[in-house]
């Protein structure tokens, strides 16, 4: 069973260790990058580890964007070693389900952008009901979700 738990000091050292595959560099940022930007958002977003079996296999974000208002996911990633397993799926669902208790404010509306370059990502958010807008921005395209 994937859960998601808080970034803190305890296990920050961690998130710094994971590794993208080769070739994935380019699909999303490395958290240590991500982690500035939660410092920085830190009134509005929630950067986690993602864990199975008590061992951090990947990091995600999730931002709130009050001027939308819509919650965002970003930066999502699984190590390298512990791809190909179902833990992005389950950690997908532990995300929205996050979302769902409305913790920064109300909206029902759940985006996300992705490479275009990346159908494993897309098949992913696709199968989780999040649908292409139609708003690229160079290589990424937008999907959302609306949740029910």
Request: glycine letters at 6%.
């Amino acid at each position: 069973m994937v859960e998601l738990k808080a970034i803190t000091e305890d296990n920050f050292l961690d998130a710094f260790r994971l590794k993208l595959a080769p070739g994935q560099e380019s699909f999303v940022s490395h958290p240590i990058r991500s982690l500035a930007q939660a410092y920085v958002y830190r009134t509005q977003c929630q950067p986690f580890g993602i864990y199975a079996d008590e061992k951090m296999v990947g990091y995600v974000m999730v931002i709130y964007d009050y001027d939308v208002p819509e919650y965002d996911v970003w930066h999502m990633m699984i190590d390298a070693a512990s791809q190909g397993q179902g833990y992005g799926s389950e950690a997908m669902d532990r995300v929205i389900d996050y979302i769902k208790t409305k913790p920064f404010g109300d909206s029902d509306r759940v985006a996300l952008t992705c490479n275009k370059d990346n159908p494993v990502a897309r098949k992913l958010y696709e199968s989780k009901g999040f649908a292409a807008t139609g708003v690229e921005d160079e290589d990424e395209i937008e999907l959302v979700l609306t949740l029910a």
